[in-house]
Structures are given as C-alpha cells and as structure tokens.
C-alpha cells in the first residue's frame, strides 16, 4: 500500500528567508507521481508542484522547487524568498494509477513578518 | 475555463437529514473523485467516478454514503441520515479522459455542519 509521511506537523519561517518541507512516501512502483499541495484559510486545494518520478530533473515552479530523492523516496519542498501569502497547510500527495491520489497528514507554515 | 465547481459550498443539516453534495468537473474532464477531510487531518479518498461508473469507491462508508456520476449534470455525493460525525469538507477533484495525466484538479470543497 502506498503510504506518504509528512513528519513536520508544524514549520515556521521568517519573511523573505527558505523554509523546506519534508515528505516521504512508501510504494514498490517505479513509475509514479509526486505533488505538493497548498491549502490556505479558505480551504481550497491549490496545486503548487508536480513531479513524474521517472523524471531524474528536480521540478521547479519559481520560488517553490523540489528535492526528489527517488532511491530514499523522498519528496521535499522548498519555498525560497517567503511570503506572507505563503502561510498555509501543505500537503504532499502520491498518485500512482489515478484511481486516487494519497495524501500526507500535512505541514502547517506560519510566515513570519 | 472554469474550475470544478462544488455546491453549496457550505451546507448545514441536523442530524437524520439528508445531505446532497455537487461537483461539476473542469470542462473536458470525465473522471471525478471525492475526498473527505475532516479538522486538522489530511484528505481521505472516498470514491472515484467515471461518467455513470463507479469505479473504486473503497474509501466510502458502507451505509449512509451513495455517489453518482451520471451522463448528464455534476456528480453528487450523498449522505443519508447524517450523524454529527459526517461533519468535514467535502473536495471533489477531476482529471482528463485521455493519456497519463495524473494530476487532479481540485474544487473549493463543500464544509458540511450536522447539528
């Protein structure tokens, strides 16, 4: 069964400085995909970054790039330059056949000013 | 191009009423899924849809708890008799018909009261 650990409940940063999230996933597949999702106050889902595992390239999408540790399987997020919008929950999320997608328990991240 | 959509996005019932849950999927995507997130926990997989197929629905409660995805018109998701602990956010998401794509897109979610 494919299983993802988000072991950081809560994280903390300062404006403008780099926060990374951990996450790390349990699967005997070899082709799959890896998400990080935000989840701010309102409680929408917003997708910040995707990664195909058979994609050796680290994904980036401007301030948010990810480590992805194929071997280790592990999948974290680094936000760079934060924002105060940045505060949210983060979740990192595990899709193999489509057929659903598992998350993590989730990273809340305070911004501080 | 629109988002999925869900309705209404809050939704208070006492307990023993019925709750009907909607979600429309992004324009040109057949395939639906619905989670439950209750406070302060992660989302959990409830049911997974195709156009008038229930294809997984393994994270769905055995009773109280029916879907659909009909051919026409958003999918619903239905609970019958709720119970206080039915109280949560409801997220729907969708994905294309065709290829690989793994990415679901999701809806604003619908946050359910029972009292």
């Known amino acids: 069964a494919q299983t993802v650990t988000q072991s950081q409940p809560e994280m903390s940063v300062q404006e403008a400085e780099t926060v990374t999230l951990s996450c790390t996933y349990d699967?005997?597949?070899?082709?799959?995909?890896l998400f990080w999702y935000k989840q701010p106050p309102s409680r929408q889902m917003i997708l910040v970054i995707r990664?195909?595992?058979?994609?050796?390239q680290n994904a980036t999408e401007n301030r948010f790039s990810v480590n992805f540790q194929k071997a280790a399987k592990s999948f974290s997020l680094k936000i760079s330059d934060s924002q105060l919008g940045d505060a949210a929950m983060y979740f990192c999320?595990?899709?193999?056949?489509?057929?659903?997608?598992?998350f993590g328990a989730g990273t809340r991240l305070t911004v501080k000013p | 191009n629109a988002g999925v959509m869900q309705n209404p996005r809050h939704l208070v019932r006492r307990r023993g009423q019925e709750a009907r849950l909607r979600c429309s999927p992004m324009?040109?995507?057949?395939?639906v899924y619905w989670y439950r997130q209750l406070p302060e926990e992660g989302l959990k997989f409830m049911v997974y849809?195709?156009?008038?197929?229930?294809?997984?629905e393994s994270g769905m409660p055995k009773e109280r708890f029916s879907a659909e995805f009909p051919k026409e018109g958003p999918s619903i998701l239905r609970i019958q008799q709720v119970v206080r602990g039915d109280s949560a956010a409801y997220f729907c998401?969708?994905?294309?018909?065709?290829?690989?794509?793994?990415?679901?897109?999701f809806g604003p979610g619908t946050r359910l009261l029972v009292l």
């Open positions: 324009k040109g995507h057949s395939h």
């Open positions: 990664q195909e595992a058979y994609k050796q």
């Open positions: 998401a969708s994905s294309p018909m065709e290829g690989r794509e793994e990415t679901q897109y």
């Open positions: 849809l195709q156009k008038e197929n229930i294809i997984d």
């Open positions: 999320a595990f899709s193999y056949n489509n057929n659903d997608m598992r």
């Open positions: 699967t005997s597949e070899s082709d799959y995909y």
